[in-house]
Nanobody
């Protein structure tokens, strides 16, 4: 089993920045990729960004591309999401997820095996 704990959310004005962190514990050697998803009130959960734990390749949703950067620190089993130029529409509960599937860029939430509890990001206009 893998446990994921997110932190770093908060209230920020439009145009501001936040850095989210996700610390993994447990059987972290089984993790092939980690990702961030988000869910706004009344909307479905959507993919934001993913990173492979071996090689560090990344992939971003069009909605966040150019404004966010996903990175990892394998020594600390931590993944980060640096978010800049935040907009009110970025307001959501942000979830960290981990997948054991290797060799593919995965954006479907159903292929992620482990999920954190989420951290709230609120962007005021």
């Amino acid at each position: 089993q893998v446990q994921l704990v997110e932190s770093g959310g908060g209230l920020v004005q439009a145009g501001g920045s936040l850095r989210l962190s996700c610390v993994a514990s447990g059987r972290t050697s089984s993790i092939a990729a980690m990702a961030w998803f988000r869910q706004a009130p009344g909307k479905e959960r959507e993919f934001a960004a993913t990173i492979s734990m071996n090689g560090g390749s990344t992939y971003y949703a069009d909605s966040v591309k150019g404004r966010v950067t996903i990175s990892r620190d394998n020594t600390e089993n931590t993944v980060y999401l640096q978010m800049n130029s935040l907009k009110p529409e970025d307001t959501a509960l942000y979830y960290c997820a981990a997948s054991r599937v290797r060799g593919f860029t995965i954006i479907a939430g159903g292929l992620y095996d482990y999920w954190g509890q989420g951290t709230q990001v609120t962007v005021s206009s």
